[in-house]
């Protein structure tokens, strides 16, 4: 019953903000609310604010429609130091228009969540979805990078050379399509330096992620932690060609094919910019 409800939601936020003629946008996000780090410590995180929310009210503004989904369809968490202006250039109403429409969506609420498992959206067909875009935040380090079904559905898009766009820590769910994401990423976590795979459906794409350089500026917000690899050694090993900008923290978006990659969460507005200009 609980499953029909989130379903029925779900079209009725896409029959709220779409359109007859609009494209229709799949958002793929995490379900933890935590990251593992090294020696047994833990990050509580989840999906960055602006990262989030910044397309995605460019995408209801330009009357597309959307479908939000997770691994296991439970509603994603949101990593409450995001919510700072910083992350909207100092604007605090913006922030609150954003954090706004948030709560209009419901998006984290255990009870109202329109969020659809991948399992669903598999079931009911990848075709209806003409991009999908995944955001950062913490939380994709710790399941979209190793789960089958999102690797099931990004490989699907790549096949159809379907709009794939991702932002700053979003692009290690590229890692999802190796044939063995999980042995792959158990070798960057034990500290070693992985096996590069024999095949990766983007071996030689030219992308970006959160940088080394900010990774390590960021390392503060771990609060003594240290995570287990960072996602730029993790997709550089992968077979991917890295591009970052010289200066930390502004944006940068990197577009190879299918794929739109963004550095980190100043690149979010410039992610979304290009992936309506793919939707017309």
């Keep these: 019953m609980k499953s029909l409800q989130v379903l029925a939601a779900s079209l009725a936020l896409a029959l709220s903000f779409g359109s007859a003629h609009a494209g229709s946008v799949l958002i793929v996000l995490s379900d933890a609310d935590h990251l593992d780090l090294k020696d ?75 969020v659809l498992s991948l399992a669903r959206i598999e079931q009911t067909g990848y075709d209806r979805y003409d991009a999908v875009y995944i955001p950062g935040g913490h939380a994709p380090m710790q399941d979209l990078l190793n789960s089958p079904a999102l690797g099931r559905l990004l490989s699907d898009f790549h096949a159809k050379n379907k709009t794939t766009a991702l ?54 917000q771990l609060k003594g932690g240290e995570m287990k690899f960072y996602p730029q050694t993790a997709l550089e090993q992968a077979g991917a060609r890295y591009s970052s900008n010289t200066q930390p923290w502004t944006s940068k978006v990197v577009v190879d094919r299918e794929l739109i990659t963004g550095q980190n969460p100043a690149s979010a507005a410039d992610v979304g910019k290009e992936l309506l200009r793919r939707l017309k």
Aim: proline share 7%.
């Design 167 to 220: 932002v700053c820590h979003g692009p290690i769910a590229l890692l999802s399509t190796l044939p063995d994401a999980a042995r792959f990423t158990a070798q960057l976590a034990a500290g070693g330096r992985a096996s590069k795979p024999a095949q990766w459906i983007y071996a030689g794409y030219q992308v970006t992620v959160i940088s080394n350089q900010e990774e390590t500026i960021a390392k503060p």
């Design 40 to 114: 047994g410590k833990t990050l509580s995180t989840g999906f960055y604010l602006n990262e989030l929310m910044q397309p995605v009210k460019a995408l209801l503004d330009a009357g597309h429609q959307i479908t939000f989904a997770t691994p296991q369809g439970r509603a994603p968490t949101l990593d409450r130091s995001s919510a700072d202006p910083m992350y909207f250039g100092g604007d605090v109403e913006a922030l609150r228009a954003h954090q706004a429409l948030l709560d209009k969506l419901a998006l984290t609420s255990a009870e109202k969540s329109p």
